[in-house]
Nanobody, 125 residues
Framework: QVQVAESGGGSVQAGGSLRLSCAAS????????MAWFRQAPGKEREGVAA???????TYADSVKGRFTISKDNTKNTLYLQMNSLKPEDTAMYYC???????????????????WGLGTQVTVSS
């Protein structure tokens, strides 16, 4: 069974930076997609960024130019570097992953079976 665990959340002032990490284990194939989602109170969980099995990144429009997704394949670890943070970035951030053949649109929440418990990011103005 694939297991996923996020770390690196915290509180920061607007304009600041944070880096999230996501460690995954238990894969039976190296062809995987990994993604970050977030959910603010009272809102739907939304896709933030993803890397597909061909190492291509995809970003939500709301974070383009501010967030960078990367992956260390030797460690099966996903990162999200978040710069120029805004109060509207405040949310619980979740890491999701699944095998590439199962995932269509990489920011589609239902495509993923394996999720972490989340890490809180709070941005104050």
């Amino acid at each position: 069974q694939v297991q996923v665990a996020e770390s690196g959340g915290g509180s920061v002032q607007a304009g600041g930076s944070l880096r999230l990490s996501c460690a995954a284990s238990g894969y039976t194939s190296s062809s995987v997609v990994m993604a970050w989602f977030r959910q603010a109170p009272g809102k739907e969980r939304e896709g933030v960024a993803a890397i597909d099995e061909h190492e291509r990144p995809t970003y939500a429009d709301s974070v383009k130019g501010r967030f960078t997704i990367s992956k260390d394949n030797t460690k099966n670890t996903l990162y999200l570097q978040m710069n120029s943070l805004k109060p509207e970035d405040t949310a619980m951030y979740y890491c999701a992953t699944d095998y590439g053949y199962r995932v269509g649109w990489v920011l589609n929440k239902p495509a993923y079976r394996f999720w972490g418990l989340g890490t809180q990011v709070t941005v104050s103005s």
